[in-house]
């Protein structure tokens, strides 16, 4: 419920004003929520009809440099619903459009749409470009993904997701299954789960496991981290899923690939192993993870967590802008 959400205070919103978003685990429990407050705030206005103003008059730049459908076009659409404007640069391997293809590197990519843009988001296969791109900006830098290291607005609205359909997360149980080792998004996440006493079950191949640094962390900090390796096993005690895409993209050996990327489908014959009211989560896209018929399951969230991410994205734009305001377009502009 949107109530569940708090609009943060004056000095909350001003300890965002120019930040680069590079990380989950660079953020506070007081700020990751302040974060969600503010989504909450947008999502209740587009909820109104409001037409929003509050970027106007700024240029954001979206440099994908991997393949993207949810991230690109709802960080592209939060742009636009804040009255922004979006300069884009959508590359894959396939089709290399930018100058980086002469061998222009990250950094002097990044001096260059910093003398264009206000704030910069930047998909990368490259773990750390993020990183590097922030230390060449100005502007704000957003990470949308940097090899399998982070993906923080991802996590942020899986956050914002889980709050939406189960209330507090406090003292969930959360399995995450699939690929744990490059899967940058559920490396995110773990951050935000610490804050809450989240009890993580863990399922993968062996191969696929969650780094053992990320899992000491958590260790450290006081989480219960279970591991299992069957689904049935891992959803049993779950009151959020969260699948996860085997990252074919990030082996070196698509033989290896091939021999663990089927190991975890959830079919409606699982959905009979999981606790009620259980939520399915997927970041997606979805290869063969979840079959076609547990869409209508009524916790599978996964369409509904995309669309979420709308209204973090617009609540990240319009914070490190510093112009979190739900201004109404006036009249006279029209
Ligand atoms: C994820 C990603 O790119 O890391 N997708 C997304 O942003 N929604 C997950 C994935 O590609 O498997």
């Known amino acids: ?21 590079l ?15 503010v989504a909450g705030f947008y999502e209740q206005a587009l909820a109104e009809g409001r037409r929003l103003w509050d970027m ?41 459009i930018s100058s980086t293809s002469k061998g222009e590197t990250v950094h002097d990519t990044i001096k260059i749409v910093n003398n264009y843009a206000d704030v910069i988001v930047i998909r990368s296969p490259q773990t750390g470009d993020a990183q590097i791109a922030a230390a060449a900006a100005s502007h704000p830098v957003i990470n949308a993904g940097d090899g399998f290291g982070q993906h923080p607005s991802q996590a942020l609205l899986d956050m914002y997701t889980i709050v939406k359909e189960k209330g507090s997360p406090e003292g969930l149980a959360v399995a995450l299954i699939g690929d744990l080792k490059y899967g940058r998004t559920v490396h995110s996440l773990v951050d935000f789960l610490k804050y809450y006493k989240c009890r993580l079950i863990l399922a993968s191949p062996d191969e696929l496991k969650m780094p053992e640094s990320i899992v000491h962390k958590l260790q450290a900090g006081g989480v219960q981290v279970d591991f ?16 996860t895409r085997v990252q074919k993209e990030r082996f070196a050996d698509l033989a290896e690939y091939e021999a663990v990327k089927d190991m975890y489908l959830m079919t409606e014959e699982t959905l009979q192993h999981l606790k009620p009211g259980a939520v399915i989560m997927h970041a997606l896209p979805r290869v063969n993870e979840i079959a076609l018929a ?22 990240l734009l319009a914070m490190t802008a510093g112009r979190v305001k739900g201004a109404f377009k006036p009249e006279w502009a029209e």
């Open 1 to 21: 419920m949107l109530s569940d959400f708090k609009f943060p205070s004056e000095e909350m919103l001003a300890s965002f004003v120019g930040k680069d978003i």
């Open 23 to 37: 990380s989950a685990e660079q953020f506070s429990q007081a700020e990751l929520e302040a974060v969600l407050g």
């Open 56 to 96: 106007d008059g700024q240029v954001m730049a979206a440099l994908f440099f991997e393949p993207s459908t949810r991230t690109r076009l709802s960080f592209e659409t939060a742009m636009h619903r804040l009255g922004g404007r979006v300069i884009t640069l959508a590359e894959s391997p396939e089709n290399r």
């Open 228 to 243: 299992c390796r069957s689904i049935d096993e891992a959803v049993a005690e779950a009151d959020i899923v969260y699948m």
């Open 294 to 315: 547990v869409d209508d399951y009524a916790g599978a969230a996964y369409f509904r967590q995309a669309g979420n991410g709308l209204f973090v994205r617009m609540a």
